[in-house]
């Protein structure tokens, strides 16, 4: 059996998809389609459930992923650790929100470059969960971190940490809300204030209102700019109120440049997940940066 087909095969079975399987093989549609149909000729039996939206593998097909992916992954391996000596230096690609990566995933992935220089190369970018999702299932990323959790076979997540987010203010809004922290939960107080956000749709504040308050605001938006560290430095000259991960407004909170308004007893939670490729975990230089993202992450708390 060739073992091109087989490659081709299992590609198709994680990603679901012709289309998907194309373009993570740098192959056609017709092409990917063409393989599929020599394989199923030659075992006499359909591997795929074609339907609207891509495929579903038939139990034979299933049977045939489950016995010959393991091995296909293992040759991947052997020929990523064989190739030469320099084979460790190979650019490792990481996608993900720009405030969470710049401040947090960045920083420890840089440790495994090493001080002499040796380690992997180090890329990134920046994007919303979908365009890192798919820019991860057609091969542009080896790393992803995203809060929406990837479904199907083509990709597998592991939850990395839990993000915290605080409502916060510069010290001058305290008096005039009549807040000076605590656990008093009334958004009454918060009424027609003015707050910044990354979006026009406030995601942050429509998520915490609806969590802390079981409200929805009825704030505007005074200041709508699409990264989180700007936030913060709006909301650190008294331009509104906002909501933001504990970890990016530690430093401004010790030093009091903006004051959390309320500590609820359960405060609202994001998760990020970190998502790879199906399989390619075999892959080394791959495994050790899954593998100290997920034991830096533990201690970020």
């Given at each position: 059996?060739?073992?091109?087909?087989?490659?081709?095969?299992?590609?198709?079975?994680?990603?679901?998809?012709?289309?998907?399987?194309?373009?993570?093989?740098?192959?056609?549609?017709?092409?990917?389609?063409?393989?599929?149909?020599?394989?199923?000729?030659?075992?006499?039996?359909?591997?795929?459930?074609?339907?609207?939206?891509?495929?579903?593998?038939?139990?034979?097909?299933?049977?045939?992923?489950?016995?010959?992916?393991?091995?296909?992954?293992?040759?991947?391996?052997?020929?990523?650790?064989?190739?030469?000596?320099?084979?460790?230096?190979?650019?490792?690609?990481?996608?993900?929100?720009?405030?969470?990566?710049?401040?947090?995933?960045?920083?420890?992935?840089?440790?495994?470059?090493?001080?002499?220089?040796?380690?992997?190369?180090?890329?990134?970018?920046?994007?919303?969960?979908?365009?890192?999702?798919?820019?991860?299932?057609?091969?542009?990323?080896?790393?992803?971190?995203?809060?929406?959790?990837?479904?199907?076979?083509?990709?597998?997540?592991?939850?990395?940490?839990?993000?915290?987010?605080?409502?916060?203010?510069?010290?001058?809004?305290?008096?005039?809300?009549?807040?000076?922290?605590?656990?008093?939960?009334?958004?009454?107080?918060?009424?027609?204030?003015?707050?910044?956000?990354?979006?026009?749709?406030?995601?942050?504040?429509?998520?915490?209102?609806?969590?802390?308050?079981?409200?929805?605001?009825?704030?505007?938006?005074?200041?709508?700019?699409?990264?989180l560290r700007a936030v913060l430095a709006c909301a650190a000259t008294g331009a509104g109120l906002a909501v933001l991960p504990r970890y990016l407004c530690a430093s401004a909170l010790e030093r009091g440049e903006i004051i959390a308004l309320y500590e609820p007893a359960v405060?609202?939670?994001?998760?990020?997940?970190?998502?790879?490729?199906?399989?390619?975990?075999?892959?080394?230089?791959?495994?050790?940066?899954?593998?100290?993202?997920?034991?830096?992450?533990?201690?970020?708390?």
């Amino acid at each position: 059996m060739d073992l091109a087909l087989l490659r081709t095969f299992v590609t198709v079975h994680r990603a679901g998809s012709f289309t998907r399987a194309a373009a993570l093989l740098g192959l056609s549609q017709p092409a990917v389609t063409s393989q599929i149909r020599t394989l199923e000729r030659q075992l006499g039996r359909p591997l795929f459930l074609r339907q609207a939206r891509g495929v579903t593998p038939t139990s034979i097909g299933d049977e045939l992923a489950h016995k010959a992916a393991p091995h296909l992954d293992a040759l991947v391996e052997i020929a990523e650790a064989g190739l030469d000596e320099r084979s460790s230096l190979r650019t490792l690609h990481l996608a993900g929100p720009p405030e969470f990566t710049a401040e947090r995933a960045l920083p420890a992935l840089a440790e495994l470059t090493g001080s002499d220089g040796q380690g992997p190369a180090l890329r990134a970018s920046f994007g919303n969960a979908e365009e890192t999702l798919e820019g991860l299932a057609a091969g542009h990323h080896d790393l992803a971190i995203t809060t929406t959790r990837p479904r199907g076979a083509l990709l597998t997540a592991t939850p990395l940490c839990d993000e915290e987010h605080i409502l916060v203010a510069a010290p001058r809004w305290v008096s005039r809300i009549g807040s000076s922290g605590g656990h008093h939960r009334d958004a009454r107080l918060l009424e027609n204030l003015p707050v910044v956000e990354v979006h026009e749709s406030l995601p942050f504040v429509t998520r915490y209102w609806a969590s802390v308050f079981d409200s929805r605001p009825t704030s505007p938006g005074a200041v709508i700019v699409p990264d989180l560290r700007a936030v913060l430095a709006c909301a650190a000259t008294g331009a509104g109120l906002a909501v933001l991960p504990r970890y990016l407004c530690a430093s401004a909170l010790e030093r009091g440049e903006i004051i959390a308004l309320y500590e609820p007893a359960v405060p609202p939670l994001r998760t990020y997940f970190l998502a790879v490729r199906t399989g390619t975990l075999a892959m080394p230089p791959i495994a050790r940066a899954h593998e100290w993202l997920l034991r830096t992450a533990a201690s970020w708390g």
